[in-house]
């Protein structure tokens, strides 16, 4: 009677440990990140040599951001070209327009130049 009272005791306590649940949570957590947008600014800069032109003419613009300039030229033919970014219109004709697009990736401050006059006609500073 003894031995039948101590393996029902065993068998009670095996069944019990077989039947409790456990509540360990076996779910792979996922890698999750956060993907920021990267937003570039466009700065727009619009120049009419000899109009809104000159050593005194001066934009800051934030390092990294896409830098469009426009430019023309109503009283010659010229070129214009970005000292330290070695960036040029190439020739216009009297009164073409032109286009320079680059990012401004050098920060420092750099003059915009005519070719043919050799003057600054703007300034732009990249900080």
Same mark, same amino acid.
């Given at each position: ?53 000159? +050593?005194?003419?001066?934009? *800051?613009?934030?390092?990294? $951001?896409? #830098?469009?300039?426009? %430019? =023309? ?30 990012? +401004?990736?050098?920060?420092? *401050?750099?003059?915009?130049? $005519?070719? #043919?006059?050799?003057? %600054? =006609? ?6």
């Amino acid at each position: 009677m003894r031995k039948l009272l101590i393996g029902m005791s065993v068998s009670a306590a095996l069944l019990a440990g077989c039947s409790s649940s456990s509540s360990t949570d076996t779910t792979v957590p996922q890698k999750t990140t956060d993907t920021a947008a990267v937003t570039t600014s466009v700065v727009e800069i619009s120049l009419i040599v000899g109009e809104n032109t000159g +050593a005194d003419m001066m934009q *800051t613009v934030p390092l990294g $951001s896409s #830098v469009r300039i426009t %430019v =023309v030229n109503p009283n010659g033919a010229d070129e214009i070209h970005i000292h330290g970014y070695d960036i040029s219109t190439g020739e216009l004709a009297l009164g073409q327009e032109a286009v320079i697009e680059f990012v +401004a990736s050098n920060a420092g *401050t750099f003059d915009i130049e $005519s070719h #043919v006059s050799e003057e %600054v =006609v703007f300034v732009l500073t990249v900080e």
